[in-house]
């Protein structure tokens, strides 16, 4: 009788645990909710565990989807967050640099450089660091190569609702729900700080995701996730997301206007974009990315180098420019700090 009790007993700890590893239930509810509405993504709240945002969804998805000889495509460039990961797990000459052109990935030159990968890491709303949409050919491409070889697609959404022109488009993992594991986060629309994000995993996976969560740090904190639930139910984010797209766009726009006030254009030149929350800014033959954006920490400017983000780590000179929370006097301030080094160096 003991033992049956305590059977019992152990049994709804675990299914407790498990429930727990994937995130609590209302914002798991209150995310596919949010996510079918706003994104066209395809999920019940079963499908949703929580993450400590983009960053550890792109971990699980290594460890879960990746064995040790499967080989994998990533854009070229692509976000560090990925490329790192997968380098730190190597082998490194299992990651397959797929270019990226005007319209996203290109997925003929993956097929012609590895068909089978097991996976492809991509960032069809907005590629980064370069920011043009993924077009609808290469996402009918790319995803008619994952079902014909039975690859995973991970999507990283990380800052669609930062668009400003038009509609987006709606996301990948609405076109083939059953192969694209979608990663979210919170980290751009409220504040990195945060830490939570999401993965929406189709069936298949959902258990082998929420077991690689509790051997990686058991479940996320609790008590944010109930008030970002709330927050999320009462209409505060979608009120939020509306602001701070205006917010967003004025800024941007002011970046814009700084830059090509200042900065000469035969020096450096800013990469059409119409989403998100930083810039790309490509610098002229002969200037090192990453003595500028070195040159820029010591002046108190943070620049990112975009060369280290292609293949070998070696791509054309460029910086990305973050304006996410800074105001125009800030900007202008920057701008000028940029402009001296960029003059200074090739004076
Ligand atoms: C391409 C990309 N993915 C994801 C993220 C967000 O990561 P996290 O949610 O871990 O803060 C960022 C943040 O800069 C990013 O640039």
Redesign the pocket.
Known sequence: MAKAWQSLAWRRCGSCRLRRAAGVLALREAIADYLRRSRSVHCEAHHVVIT???????YLSCQVLLGEADSVWVEDPA?R?ITAILESIGPEDRIVHVPVDEEGIDVAAGIAMDAHARAAFV?PSHQ?PLGMPLSMGRRKALLAWAEANQSWIVE?D??SELRYAGHPFPALQGLAPERVIY?G????ILY?SL?L?YAVVPDALVDAYVGARILMDRHPPTADQHVLAAFIKEGHLDRHIRRVRGVHAERRTFVIETIERLIAPDLAWLQPSDQGMHLVLWLAAGLDDREVASLGREAGVALRPVSPMYAGRKGPAGLVLGFGGFGDKAIEEAARKLAAILNKLTK
Not at 52 to 58: A, D, V, Y
Not at 185 to 188: A, L, R
């Open positions: 400590s945002g983009t960053q550890q969804g792109l976000y967050g960032t980064y990283d990380y800052d990663l986060t919170f980290s751009k990195p830490r994000g």
